[in-house]
């Protein structure tokens, strides 16, 4: 039974470490689409890669629906007091298989809409890469590469750097900015958006103050806030 767990959680590892991959290096349909003007994507590249996208849309639904269908029944499977070893094992070779499956299809796609992409765009790409903005819903959001949100048991936001160094925090509300040391006492319900900046983004906007990176979080109108201190 340890060494079935042990297993599973190294699939949920290995499955993390080939998504944060795939983010780092290769480009979605929709972050190209979205950024069409921006990285002056001609009409002839746009036709390219929805056709790309279109082909494998159904596809990659379809598994992603019978990987999370599978995921769940092992997930019954190992929370049972007496574990069925081979029924489990045949269980998690489902999932291994579905999963495979995914990555081959999700790895095919975003090559191939790379390989439709010109240097320059790439470089552009990666620039707005550098800069997520994160709407309505901080709880248990992901940030970029070693950040994530949440909130705490008591109601506040937490953010955790995990292998980074400590990024800067701005607040912002209505025209004014603050930058301060923790976050911890703000109400995560009076916050209207998040925003990542990181890389050359940050350093650009922020100097040399931002080499770690630099999370802002822009609060609701009406918030009371001291930006004086």
């Keep these: 039974m340890k060494k079935l767990l042990s297993i599973c959680l ?39 890669i929805k056709n790309i996208h279109s082909q494998n849309a159904g596809d990659f639904s379809t598994l992603k629906w019978d990987l999370e269908n599978a995921n769940s029944k092992l997930k019954t499977m190992l929370s049972a007091k007496k574990i069925e070893q081979e029924a489990v094992q045949k269980q998690m070779d489902l ?28 470089i552009e790409l990666n620039q707005v890469k550098g800069s997520v903005t994160r709407l309505r819903g901080v709880t248990g959001v992901q940030g970029l590469n070693g950040y994530s949100f949440g909130d705490g ?15 800067i925090y701005i607040i912002k509300q209505d025209g004014k900015k603050k930058k301060v040391f923790s976050v911890s006492d703000i109400d995560p319900n009076s916050i209207e958006s998040m925003q ?10 922020y100097g040399e103050e931002g080499k770690n990176g630099v999370i802002i979080m822009t609060l609701k109108k009406g918030t009371d806030f001291n930006f004086e201190e």
């Design 95 to 122: 999932v291994l298989s579905l999963e495979n499956q995914l990555k081959k299809k999700q790895l095919t796609t975003l090559v191939a809409i790379k390989n439709e992409l010109t240097e320059s765009q790439q």
């Design 153 to 167: 048991k008591k109601g506040v936001v937490s953010v955790t750097t995990s292998g980074v160094a400590q990024p």
């Design 10 to 48: 190294f699939l949920i590892i290995a499955q993390g470490n080939a998504q944060d991959l795939f983010q780092e290096s290769l480009y979605s349909a929709d972050l190209v689409m979205k950024n069409r003007d921006k990285i002056s994507l001609t009409d002839q590249q746009a036709e390219k």
């Design 196 to 205: 990542v900046l990181k890389g050359s983004t940050a350093v650009d906007e």
